[in-house]
C-alpha cells in the first residue's frame, strides 16, 4: 500500500501524463457512449454502465489540480453533457427550434452541477466518500427535477433501460431512481478497477473483490427481474376498451382542420370495433380542437356530436381530450389573460363523457416547459410574452390542482395527458386514489418520424410496472397501444398509421411498494447529498480555523 503523500504524486504525474487532450477526447467518448445508451438513439444498454466512467476520471483527476480547476471542470463536464443531451433529444427540433436548444443547452449546464459540488466535497472529504457524494447528488438532481419550475426529468438514467421492461421490474419497488442508482454503482465500480489498475498501478489480482462486487452488482438486479417478470401474473378482470388513432398531421393539420371533420374521423375507425361489451372508447389529446366553455359544456357542438354518436352505440363512455376555457372575474392565476372587463384560462383536458353521468374533466397539470409553461413567471410577469406556440396551444396554461380520477363503466381512470406519463410518482398519486386503469393521451406527431415518440411511449411502459398497471394509450399520430402490467406491449397501431384497437386489459386495485411509499429511493439521496454538503463545509471551515459552533 502506498502513503496519502505517495498517491497524491502518482495522481499528480497521471495528470500530467494524461493532459488536456486526452481528457478532452475522454469527454467526448463519454458523451457519445452515454448518448448511444439511450434507448432509440443507438439503444446499446452496456454502454451505460461503463460511460460515466470518462467523466468520473475527469473530475476525480481536476481535484488534484489547483490552478484553473474551475473552467477545465466546466468544459469538460459541459462538452460531455451536450454531447449526451444532443444526440438522445436532437428530435425536439422538428417541433420548435429554439426548444431544442434551450432543452439541450440548458439541461447540460445544469447537469454539470452534481459533479462542481462533488468535486468540492471530495476535496473535503476524500475520494471514497466523494464517490457516494457524485453518486447521490446526481441521484438528488433527477428526484429535484422532478418537482421545479424547470423540470425536464425525461433523460433520467433509469430511463435507459425503459425498453426491456424484462430487466426493470424491480421499479415496483424503486421507480426510475433505483435504475439511475444501479448504473451509477456499477459505473463507480469499474471507474475503482481502472483507477486502480492505471493510477495506483496495482495488479489485477487486488481488484478480485471489487470486480466480484461488479459482477453481484449487475447480476442481482437481472436475475432478481427475470424472476418477478416470469412469475408475475395478471388477476383476470378484463376491461374491453377501444383506442382511436386518427392520424392527423400535427403541423398543419391538427389545428387547422374542422373540429366536426376530425370527429368525424375518430368515430368512423371506432365504429366497427365498438359494440354493447365496450367499456370506453379512448381519444387522443386535444381530440376536440377548438376551446370549450367549461360552464356551458352540454351546449357545445363538439359534445353533442360525442352523444350522437354514443346515442347509436350503446352509450359507450368516451374519454376524449380537448381544448377547454374557464371564465373569471378577476386574475385568477399567471396564465390568466385580459378578456375586456374578465379574465381566462386555457386549458389542456381530458373529458370524460358518459351519458349515465354528468361530464367529468381534468386539466393538464405537468405542463412542457416553453410551450405550455413558462418558468418563474408568477415572480417575472413580463416572461409571458416569450411563450412559443407549440402542442396546439399558444402561450400559458392553466395547471390543474391535483390528480382527478375519471370514472365509467363502474371504472375509475386515471387521464394522463402526454408529458405527464414522465413523471412517475406523479403517476403513482393516481393510482393511489384508486386507479383501476391507466389512460395516456397524447399527441406525438410534433417530432416527426424520430426517435421522440418512441422514448414517450417508453414511459407508458415504465409506469405500467411502477404501478402495475395496465396502460391503454391513444396518441392523435405516434404509437397508440395496450400496455399490461409487465410493461409488455399487447397490440399498438404503429406510426403514421390511422386505425382503432380493441382488447381487454385488466383492471388492478392492489398497490405496489413504490406507489405506497413513493421514490424512496430520491428522498435517500438527497438527505444524504444535504448531510455530505454540510460535512463538507464544516470541514472546509475548520481547515481554515474557523469555529462551527
Same mark, same amino acid.
Given at each position: 500500500m ?8 502518482k ?7 494524461i493532459g488536456?487532450?486526452?481528457?478532452l477526447i475522454?469527454?467526448?467518448v463519454g458523451?457519445?457512449?452515454m448518448?448511444?445508451?439511450?434507448p432509440?438513439?443507438?439503444?446499446l444498454?452496456?454502454?451505460a454502465?461503463v ?11 481536476l481535484?488534484?489540480?489547483k490552478?484553473?480547476?474551475f ?5 469538460l463536464n459541459?462538452?460531455?453533457?451536450v454531447i449526451?443531451?444532443y444526440i ?10 429554439p ?12 447537469m454539470t452541477?452534481p459533479f ?7 476535496r473535503q472529504?476524500g475520494e ?8 447521490v447528488?446526481?441521484?438528488s438532481?433527477?428526484?429535484?427535477h422532478?418537482f421545479?419550475e424547470?423540470s425536464?426529468?425525461?433523460?433520467n438514467?433509469?430511463h435507459?433501460?425503459?425498453?426491456t ?6 421499479y415496483?419497488y424503486?421507480?426510475v ?9 456499477i459505473n463507480?465500480?469499474v471507474?475503482m478497477?481502472?483507477r486502480?489498475?492505471?493510477i495506483?498501478?496495482e495488479?489485477w489480482k487486488?481488484q ?8 453481484? *452488482? ?5 436475475i432478481?427481474?427475470l424472476?418477478?417478470y ?7 378482470d ?6 382511436v388513432q386518427p392520424n392527423?398531421?400535427a403541423?398543419f393539420?391538427?389545428?387547422?382542420t374542422p373540429?366536426n371533420?376530425?370527429? *368525424?374521423?375518430?368515430?368512423s375507425?371506432?365504429?366497427p370495433?365498438?359494440?354493447e361489451?365496450v ?6 389529446e386535444?381530440?376536440?380542437?377548438i376551446?370549450?366553455?367549461?360552464a356551458?359544456l352540454?351546449?357545445e357542438?363538439?359534445?353533442k356530436?360525442?352523444q350522437?354518436?354514443?346515442r347509436?352505440k350503446?352509450?359507450?363512455p368516451?374519454l376524449?381530450?380537448a381544448?377547454?376555457?374557464?371564465f373569471?372575474?378577476?386574475e385568477h ?5 385580459p378578456l375586456?372587463?374578465h379574465?381566462?384560462?386555457d386549458?389542456?383536458t381530458?373529458?370524460?363523457?358518459d351519458p349515465l353521468?354528468p361530464?367529468q374533466?381534468?386539466h393538464?397539470s405537468?405542463?412542457v ?8 413567471v408568477g ?5 409571458k410574452?416569450?411563450s412559443?406556440?407549440l402542442?396546439g396551444?399558444?402561450g400559458?396554461?392553466?395547471?390543474g ?5 375519471l370514472?365509467?363503466?363502474?371504472l ?7 408529458y405527464?406519463?414522465?413523471y ?5 398519486y393516481f393510482?393511489?386514489k384508486g386507479a ?16 421522440g415518440y418512441?422514448?414517450h411511449?417508453?414511459f407508458?411502459?415504465?409506469?405500467a410496472?411502477e404501478?402495475?398497471r395496465?396502460v391503454a394509450?391513444s396518441?392523435?399520430?405516434?404509437v ?13 397501431i404503429g406510426?403514421n398509421k ?6 381487454k386489459?385488466?383492471r ?9 411509499y413513493?421514490d424512496?429511493?430520491?428522498r435517500?439521496?438527497?438527505?444524504m447529498?444535504?448531510g ?7 470541514t472546509?471551515l475548520?481547515?481554515?480555523g474557523?469555529?462551527?459552533?
Amino acid at each position: 500500500m502506498v502513503n496519502n503523500h505517495q498517491f497524491v504524486n502518482k495522481c499528480n504525474f497521471a495528470l500530467m501524463k494524461i493532459g488536456i487532450l486526452s481528457l478532452l477526447i475522454l469527454s467526448i467518448v463519454g458523451g457519445i457512449g452515454m448518448g448511444i445508451s439511450f434507448p432509440f438513439t443507438g439503444g446499446l444498454l452496456p454502454l451505460a454502465f461503463v460511460s460515466f466512467v470518462p467523466l468520473l476520471i475527469i473530475n476525480f483527476q481536476l481535484n488534484l489540480q489547483k490552478r484553473g480547476r474551475f473552467w477545465l471542470r466546466f468544459g469538460l463536464n459541459y462538452l460531455y453533457f451536450v454531447i449526451f443531451n444532443y444526440i438522445t433529444t436532437w428530435w425536439i427540433y422538428y417541433a420548435s427550434e429554439p426548444g431544442m436548444f434551450m432543452a439541450v443547452f440548458a439541461n447540460s449546464l445544469l447537469m454539470t452541477l452534481p459533479f462542481f459540488i462533488g468535486g468540492f466535497i471530495t476535496r473535503q472529504l476524500g475520494e471514497g466518500r466523494g464517490l457516494l457524494a457524485v453518486m447521490v447528488l446526481w441521484m438528488s438532481f433527477e428526484y429535484a427535477h422532478f418537482f421545479w419550475e424547470l423540470s425536464w426529468p425525461w433523460l433520467n438514467l433509469g430511463h435507459i433501460i425503459g425498453n426491456t421492461p424484462k430487466l426493470m421490474q424491480w421499479y415496483e419497488y424503486s421507480g426510475v431512481t433505483g435504475g439511475t442508482c444501479w448504473i451509477l454503482v456499477i459505473n463507480i465500480f469499474v471507474y475503482m478497477i481502472v483507477r486502480n489498475l492505471w493510477i495506483r498501478k496495482e495488479s489485477w489480482k487486488i481488484q478480485a473483490p471489487i470486480l466480484l462486487f461488479t459482477a453481484l *452488482g449487475l447480476i442481482i438486479p437481472i436475475i432478481s427481474s427475470l424472476m418477478i417478470y416470469y412469475n408475475y401474473e395478471e388477476k383476470k378482470d378484463p376491461v374491453d376498451i377501444v383506442i382511436v388513432q386518427p392520424n392527423i398531421e400535427a403541423h398543419f393539420e391538427k389545428f387547422y382542420t374542422p373540429w366536426n371533420a376530425q370527429l *368525424g374521423k375518430m368515430f368512423s375507425l371506432a365504429d366497427p370495433q365498438v359494440d354493447e361489451n365496450v367499456d370506453l372508447v379512448l381519444c387522443p389529446e386535444t381530440a376536440i380542437n377548438i376551446g370549450l366553455d367549461e360552464a356551458n359544456l352540454y351546449e357545445e357542438q363538439a359534445i353533442k356530436y360525442v352523444q350522437s354518436f354514443q346515442r347509436v352505440k350503446d352509450s359507450v363512455p368516451v374519454l376524449i381530450g380537448a381544448f377547454t376555457q374557464a371564465f373569471f372575474r378577476e386574475e385568477h392565476s399567471a396564465a390568466s389573460r385580459p378578456l375586456g372587463i374578465h379574465w381566462y384560462e386555457d386549458y389542456n383536458t381530458a373529458l370524460m363523457i358518459d351519458p349515465l353521468k354528468p361530464i367529468q374533466s381534468y386539466h393538464k397539470s405537468k405542463l412542457v416547459l416553453g410551450s405550455e409553461k413558462l418558468p418563474f413567471v408568477g415572480m417575472f410577469p413580463f416572461l409571458k410574452s416569450y411563450s412559443v406556440e407549440l402542442g396546439g396551444t399558444a402561450g400559458l396554461l392553466g395547471i390543474g390542482e391535483e390528480p382527478e380520477l375519471l370514472e365509467a363503466s363502474g371504472l375509475y381512470f386515471a387521464p394522463v395527458i402526454c408529458y405527464e406519463s414522465v413523471y412517475g410518482e406523479y403517476v403513482s398519486y393516481f393510482t393511489r386514489k384508486g386507479a383501476d386503469i391507466l389512460t395516456v393521451i397524447t399527441n406525438d406527431g410534433w417530432w416527426q418520424d424520430t426517435p421522440g415518440y418512441k422514448q414517450h411511449r417508453m414511459f407508458s411502459q415504465i409506469r405500467a410496472i411502477e404501478n402495475r398497471r395496465s396502460v391503454a394509450r391513444s396518441a392523435n399520430t405516434g404509437v397508440s397501444c395496450f400496455i399490461d402490467q409487465r410493461g409488455e406491449i399487447i397490440s399498438e397501431i404503429g406510426y403514421n398509421k390511422a386505425g382503432a384497437i380493441r382488447a381487454k386489459i385488466n383492471r388492478n386495485d392492489e398497490f405496489t411498494f413504490y406507489v405506497a411509499y413513493g421514490d424512496i429511493f430520491g428522498r435517500i439521496s438527497l438527505f444524504m447529498a444535504i448531510g455530505l454538503f454540510i460535512f463538507a463545509c464544516v470541514t472546509y471551515l475548520r481547515s481554515r480555523g474557523i469555529r462551527t459552533s
